[in-house]
């Protein structure tokens, strides 16, 4: 199952976070600032797989909580996973996730996801439902996303008076 | 309608970044207003602001009814940003839940697939119990809509309410199974994991979908979905063994053909971990060459672990940890890539190569193992040690060199054997400057302290395994262990304490050297001072200064030992460090004072005389000192008395210091019979160390029976009977007045019949004699 999806940047300014466990704000962005502080400071030269997160848990892989991350540009998305996931298969999936943003906003960018937040949520709810991944095949995602845009565009119209 | 739009809400945070907080607190405020308001398109906007100042931390609780009236919009824009707030601040106690039941239940059946799919998606994220009772059936019923894009959403859904609402479990499940037959394989996919995360919890249910599963794997080409199977399998495998053969053909098949990573690595993974490694048969590899599986998984993971992609090497080590486990010969010629790996910038590759490496140790390894790890201590870069300010330091370049080369033969390494007792700790000096040359820079992974515990658990373990079975050189272990002691950078002082305890018990033959390292260790002054801050050190100096107290007559004693042993940080140790402390130094003032009575002459009676009087005065300090007073010395009201068991041995140790100084007040030719004897309270017998479960083990003696009781039934003393007064005399009266003195008369005579008092022949003999007490005038 998948805990948790950070995306952060360099600085550690969140540019989405979504826990698929109920726990409370604060620790929410305790997490966030560990998981950025380790994570800064990696070089792309190693390997994609953290280890020593304390406030998630203890750091050796027999634990249940693996963080798996990837730097692509400014930004770093970060899955926080359990035993039952696959590490390369979740480096994968973060590959498709970002294709699929990619098809979305056309050659995304940091800004997009600045300001168009909320539907960084909606494509991710078409890949990861509850912490289970449902779908990882491009075509469909995008589909699922365009069919939503479709809904909300004639409703945007009548909701200006 | 000129509300701020969420865009208009981040640019002005763009904009204000200087007074974020101030700009946040202004935008609550209107956000509070707005989401009073009855339009709802002006409530959603509310709630879109809301979900994004969430993000950034802030606590949208109090929102949460406002949540549920957007979600009820018929809007499906509205309703997505209802949702997306539910998911994000609700929690299992969150009360108004209970009005969302019917909106939900509502969406579910929608004709609009994109609000069912929301509805799913939502409900998944913030079920409770109550709420998966309620909405379990209309989920069930979704499980049957046409678009295969609603079913793979609402299976995922339905896992989740399973979790709040197990009976559910038993209607889900053949519908599960149904699933696993959808054209559609994105939903059989999630069929697949959904599968595979309730077997997790209780596999034997779903090995009966082991066939069917099975058939998905040889047909299927959605990597995913094989990964989940195979996945499964590795936890099917050890309730099944039969499965174990059955798979062997299909894993071997994936593993010589797949072209994706991902894959191969779970298929050896599962090969390993589920033991199908085990099954005898040999396969055919892509040469089509017979080879046994294991070798076959064991070749293939080369490829990971020797890759230059950092990603293949982390996964390659951690499975070569779990076939270390299991099939350790396979593993054994890696030793030189996996000790390579060891050096790796990347912590996280260290780690998984540590843990293989522990696993690895032998006799021969051992030391070349030990040794690199603890030149990775020592070059940290950030980590400062503490040479030794006591010891001359001697560059000893010899030994700093047999720690930076690889090529030093791997013999005896460390301090140990020198006759001067130099060490590490005078090498260290040398040590230090070699630091410099070290790789300069940041913080490499050696400083982390996660890291260095694990370094120095690893290599106590590799030492200690097994009873020791992989040493071969005792006096070099206790070297390194000390070492530790000066090298670790974290608080393991408890478990070198316990190591060097434990190897100096049991082994004779090191005693020796090890008293003499640990009175190096208590000589060093900065270690001392260091134990004043309580923490590791503390607790191996109390260690140390216990060796010392028990084996002091095997090294030559010195008069320094006691004042060693009564350092000026005593006070500030907790009540028990202080009384091995205490207890030791009784042990080495009377080693020495035993020693010393063997060359007596007038000046050795002056240094008697001297070192007696000097310990009396510390002693008397010490028990002037309460914990917790003020500077001054007065005592407060918050001032605490000694611990006992440390004022209790102080308190005797004044007492024998008194008695030596008694016995040698007048100089005399030879020793007093005291200083010759006293050594006998601790050397009388000799006391070997005794097992926990050594009491267990003792025979009962026949006979005993330990149930019944010793005596009769022990009377109510109510109805004591008491025996009628006898005549009285002037000899019972003065009996009676001698005893009179303690108990009552009524308690005397309860205790003759009460089961667990000695009978003393004289009581009874007087109990009759004693007058009645309605005897006594009133």
């Given at each position: 199952?998948?805990?948790?999806?950070?995306?952060?940047?360099?600085?550690?300014?969140?540019?989405?976070?979504?826990?698929?466990?109920?726990?409370?704000?604060?620790?929410?962005?305790?997490?966030?600032?560990?998981?950025?502080?380790?994570?800064?400071?990696?070089?792309?030269?190693?390997?994609?797989?953290?280890?020593?997160?304390?406030?998630?848990?203890?750091?050796?892989?027999?634990?249940?909580?693996?963080?798996?991350?990837?730097?692509?540009?400014t930004?770093?998305?970060?899955?926080?996973?359990?035993?039952?996931?696959?590490?390369?298969?979740?480096?994968?999936?973060?590959?498709?996730?970002?294709?699929?943003?990619?098809?979305?906003?056309?050659?995304?960018?940091?800004?997009?996801?600045?300001?168009?937040?909320?539907?960084?949520?909606?494509i991710?709810?078409?890949?990861?439902?509850?912490?289970?991944?449902?779908?990882?095949?491009?075509?469909?995602?995008?589909?699922?996303?365009?069919?939503?845009?479709?809904?909300?565009?004639?409703?945007?119209?009548?909701?200006?008076? | 309608?000129?509300?701020?739009?969420?865009?208009?809400?981040?640019?002005?945070?763009?904009?204000?970044?200087?007074?974020?907080?101030?700009?946040?607190?202004?935008?609550?405020?209107?956000?509070?207003?707005?989401?009073?308001?009855?339009?709802?398109?002006?409530?959603?906007?509310?709630?879109?602001?809301?979900?994004?100042?969430?993000?950034?931390?802030?606590?949208?609780?109090?929102?949460?009814?406002?949540?549920?009236?957007?979600?009820?919009?018929?809007?499906?824009?509205?309703?997505?940003?209802?949702?997306?707030?539910?998911?994000?601040?609700?929690?299992?106690?969150?009360?108004?839940?209970?009005?969302?039941?019917?909106?939900?239940r509502?969406?579910?059946?929608?004709?609009?697939?994109?609000?069912?799919?929301?509805?799913?998606?939502?409900?998944?994220?913030?079920?409770?119990?109550?709420?998966?009772?309620?909405l379990?059936?209309?989920?069930?019923?979704?499980?049957?809509h046409?678009?295969?894009?609603i079913?793979?959403?609402?299976?995922?859904?339905?896992?989740?309410?399973?979790?709040?609402?197990?009976?559910?479990?038993?209607?889900?499940?053949?519908?599960?199974?149904?699933?696993?037959?959808?054209?559609?394989?994105s939903?059989?996919?999630?069929?697949?994991?959904?599968?595979?995360?309730?077997?997790?919890?209780n596999?034997?249910?779903?090995?009966?979908?082991?066939?069917?599963?099975?058939?998905?794997?040889?047909?299927?080409?959605?990597?995913?979905?094989?990964?989940?199977?195979?996945?499964?399998?590795?936890?099917?495998?050890?309730?099944?063994?039969?499965?174990?053969?059955?798979?062997?053909?299909?894993?071997?098949?994936?593993?010589?053909?797949?072209?994706?990573?991902?894959?191969?690595y779970?298929?050896?993974?599962?090969?390993?971990?589920?033991?199908?490694?085990?099954?005898p048969?040999?396969?055919?590899?892509s040469?089509?060459r017979?080879?046994?599986?294991?070798?076959?998984?064991?070749?293939?993971?080369?490829?990971?672990?020797?890759?230059?992609?950092?990603?293949?090497?982390?996964?390659?080590?951690?499975?070569?940890?779990?076939l270390?486990?299991?099939?350790?010969?396979l593993?054994?010629?890696?030793?030189?890539?996996?000790?390579?790996?060891?050096?790796?910038?990347?912590?996280?590759?260290?780690?998984?190569?540590?843990?293989?490496?522990?696993?690895?140790?032998?006799?021969?390894?051992?030391?070349?193992?030990?040794?690199?790890?603890?030149?990775?201590?020592?070059?940290?870069?950030?980590?400062?040690?503490?040479?030794s300010?006591?010891?001359?330091?001697?560059?000893?370049?010899?030994?700093?060199?047999?720690?930076?080369?690889?090529?030093?033969?791997?013999?005896?390494?460390?301090?140990?054997?020198?006759?001067?007792?130099?060490?590490?700790?005078?090498?260290?000096?040398?040590?230090?400057?070699?630091?410099?040359?070290?790789?300069?820079?940041?913080?490499?992974?050696?400083?982390?302290?996660?890291?260095?515990?694990?370094?120095?658990?690893?290599?106590?373990?590799?030492?200690?395994?097994?009873?020791?079975?992989?040493?071969?050189?005792?006096?070099?272990?206790?070297?390194?262990?000390?070492?530790?002691?000066?090298?670790?950078?974290?608080?393991?002082?408890?478990?070198?304490?316990?190591?060097?305890?434990?190897?100096?018990?049991?082994?004779?033959?090191?005693?020796?050297?090890?008293?003499?390292?640990?009175?190096?260790?208590?000589?060093?002054?900065?270690?001392?001072?260091?134990?004043?801050?309580?923490?590791?050190?503390?607790?191996?100096?109390c260690?140390?200064?216990?060796?010392?107290?028990?084996?002091?007559?095997?090294?030559?004693?010195?008069?320094?030992?006691?004042?060693?042993?009564?350092?000026?940080?005593l006070?500030?140790?907790?009540?028990?460090q202080?009384?091995?402390?205490?207890?030791?130094?009784?042990?080495?003032?009377?080693?020495?004072?035993?020693?010393?009575?063997?060359?007596?002459?007038?000046?050795?009676?002056?240094?008697?005389?001297?070192?007696?009087?000097?310990?009396?005065a510390?002693?008397?300090?010490?028990?002037?000192?309460?914990?917790?007073?003020?500077?001054?010395?007065?005592?407060?009201?918050?001032?605490?008395?000694?611990?006992?068991?440390?004022?209790?041995?102080?308190?005797?140790?004044?007492?024998?210091?008194?008695?030596?100084?008694?016995?040698?007040?007048?100089?005399?030719?030879?020793?007093?019979?005291?200083?010759?004897?006293?050594?006998?309270?601790?050397?009388?017998?000799?006391?070997?160390?005794?097992?926990?479960?050594?009491?267990?083990?003792?025979?009962?003696?026949?006979?005993?029976?330990?149930?019944?009781?010793?005596?009769?039934?022990?009377?109510?003393?109510e109805?004591?009977?008491?025996?009628?007064?006898?005549?009285?005399?002037?000899?019972?009266?003065?009996?009676?007045?001698?005893?009179?003195?303690?108990?009552?008369?009524?308690?005397?005579?309860?205790?003759?019949?009460?089961?667990?008092?000695?009978?003393?022949?004289?009581?009874?003999?007087?109990?009759?004699?004693?007058?009645?007490?309605?005897?006594?005038?009133?």
């Amino acid at each position: 199952m998948i805990k948790s999806v950070l995306i952060f940047n360099q600085l550690g300014k969140p540019r989405l976070i979504k826990f698929y466990e109920q726990i409370g704000t604060t620790q929410q962005q305790e997490i966030l600032r560990e998981i950025h502080a380790l994570v800064a400071k990696r070089p792309d030269t190693q390997c994609n797989f953290l280890e020593g997160c304390q406030s998630m848990g203890s750091s050796s892989s027999d634990s249940s909580h693996r963080i798996i991350y990837r730097h692509y540009a400014t930004l770093y998305f970060v899955f926080v996973v359990d035993s039952s996931e696959s590490e390369l298969g979740i480096l994968d999936l973060i590959q498709v996730f970002v294709e699929a943003l990619d098809r979305v906003f056309e050659n995304v960018c940091e800004l997009d996801l600045i300001f168009h937040f909320d539907e960084i949520h909606y494509i991710l709810m078409e890949v990861v439902e509850a912490g289970m991944v449902i779908e990882t095949n491009l075509t469909e995602i995008s589909r699922a996303v365009n069919e939503a845009k479709q809904q909300i565009k004639p409703a945007s119209e009548h909701s200006r008076l | 309608m000129f509300e701020k739009s969420l865009t208009d809400l981040i640019q002005g945070l763009r904009a204000n970044k200087r007074n974020e907080a101030d700009y946040i607190q202004k935008s609550l405020e209107e956000i509070q207003s707005e989401i009073q308001q009855s339009d709802m398109h002006c409530k959603s906007t509310a709630i879109d602001k809301l979900n994004y100042l969430h993000m950034l931390g802030y606590d949208t609780n109090w929102a949460n009814f406002n949540a549920v009236e957007v979600m009820a919009s018929p809007r499906f824009g509205e309703k997505r940003k209802g949702y997306l707030a539910a998911a994000q601040s609700f929690h299992q106690e969150t009360d108004v839940l209970m009005l969302a039941t019917n909106l939900i239940r509502k969406d579910l059946a929608s004709a609009n697939a994109m609000e069912v799919s929301v509805a799913l998606d939502g409900l998944a994220q913030v079920a409770t119990p109550e709420l998966a009772t309620d909405l379990f059936d209309d989920a069930m019923a979704v499980l049957g809509h046409s678009r295969p894009f609603i079913r793979k959403k609402a299976l995922v859904c339905l896992y989740r309410l399973v979790l709040k609402h197990p009976e559910g479990l038993h209607a889900l499940a053949p519908l599960l199974r149904e699933r696993l037959d959808d054209p559609d394989p994105s939903v059989v996919s999630s069929a697949v994991s959904v599968i595979c995360e309730l077997a997790r919890t209780n596999p034997r249910n779903y090995l009966p979908l082991a066939p069917k599963l099975y058939q998905l794997m040889n047909s299927s080409t959605n990597n995913w979905m094989l990964i989940k199977i195979v996945k499964l399998f590795a936890s099917l495998t050890p309730i099944e063994p039969r499965l174990a053969k059955k798979l062997h053909g299909p894993l071997s098949q994936l593993i010589c053909s797949t072209s994706a990573m991902s894959l191969l690595y779970e298929c050896i993974h599962t090969a390993v971990v589920g033991d199908i490694i085990g099954v005898p048969l040999p396969v055919t590899d892509s040469v089509g060459r017979e080879i046994d599986f294991a070798e076959l998984c064991a070749r293939k993971l080369v490829l990971f672990y020797e890759s230059a992609d950092h990603n293949l090497r982390y996964v390659g080590l951690v499975t070569l940890a779990q076939l270390q486990a299991r099939r350790p010969e396979l593993v054994v010629n890696q030793y030189e890539t996996v000790l390579k790996c060891l050096d790796d910038a990347d912590l996280s590759i260290r780690m998984r190569a540590l843990s293989v490496i522990s696993g690895m140790a032998t006799r021969r390894t051992l030391d070349r193992t030990v040794k690199k790890l603890m030149s990775q201590l020592i070059l940290s870069n950030t980590i400062k040690l503490q040479p030794s300010s006591s010891l001359p330091s001697t560059s000893n370049t010899e030994y700093s060199g047999k720690y930076n080369s690889e090529t030093a033969d791997s013999d005896l390494f460390a301090l140990a054997t020198s006759a001067t007792g130099a060490s590490l700790i005078s090498a260290r000096g040398s040590i230090v400057q070699s630091r410099q040359l070290a790789v300069a820079g940041g913080p490499g992974p050696a400083d982390s302290p996660e890291y260095r515990l694990l370094v120095v658990e690893a290599i106590v373990d590799m030492c200690a395994r097994q009873s020791y079975a992989n040493l071969s050189n005792f006096e070099w272990y206790v070297a390194v262990l000390v070492d530790l002691v000066y090298t670790a950078g974290v608080d393991v002082g408890q478990l070198l304490g316990e190591r060097l305890l434990d190897v100096t018990v049991r082994v004779r033959q090191v005693r020796e050297f090890s008293v003499r390292l640990m009175r190096q260790l208590l000589s060093d002054c900065q270690l001392v001072s260091r134990a004043s801050a309580g923490g590791s050190a503390a607790k191996v100096l109390c260690t140390a200064a216990y060796i010392m107290g028990e084996y002091c007559p095997l090294l030559p004693a010195s008069s320094e030992d006691v004042a060693m042993l009564l350092p000026s940080c005593l006070s500030s140790l907790d009540g028990e460090q202080q009384a091995t402390f205490v207890q030791a130094a009784i042990k080495a003032y009377t080693n020495w004072l035993r020693d010393v009575a063997g060359y007596w002459n007038t000046e050795v009676w002056e240094l008697v005389r001297a070192v007696t009087a000097s310990t009396m005065a510390q002693l008397s300090d010490l028990l002037a000192t309460r914990t917790g007073g003020d500077d001054d010395g007065a005592a407060s009201e918050f001032a605490t008395e000694l611990p006992l068991q440390v004022s209790s041995r102080l308190r005797h140790f004044v007492e024998i210091t008194k008695a030596v100084s008694v016995a040698t007040s007048n100089p005399s030719d030879n020793a007093p019979q005291l200083c010759l004897e006293l050594h006998e309270l601790f050397t009388a017998y000799e006391l070997n160390p005794v097992s926990i479960a050594a009491q267990s083990k003792v025979p009962l003696p026949e006979g005993l029976d330990l149930d019944s009781p010793i005596g009769g039934p022990i009377p109510d003393t109510e109805h004591i009977v008491f025996p009628p007064p006898p005549p009285v005399s002037v000899h019972s009266e003065s009996r009676r007045r001698g005893s009179q003195s303690s108990g009552g008369r009524r308690q005397r005579k309860g205790h003759k019949n009460e089961a667990f008092y000695l009978d003393d022949g004289r009581d009874s003999h007087r109990l009759a004699d004693l007058p009645d007490v309605d005897d006594i005038p009133v």
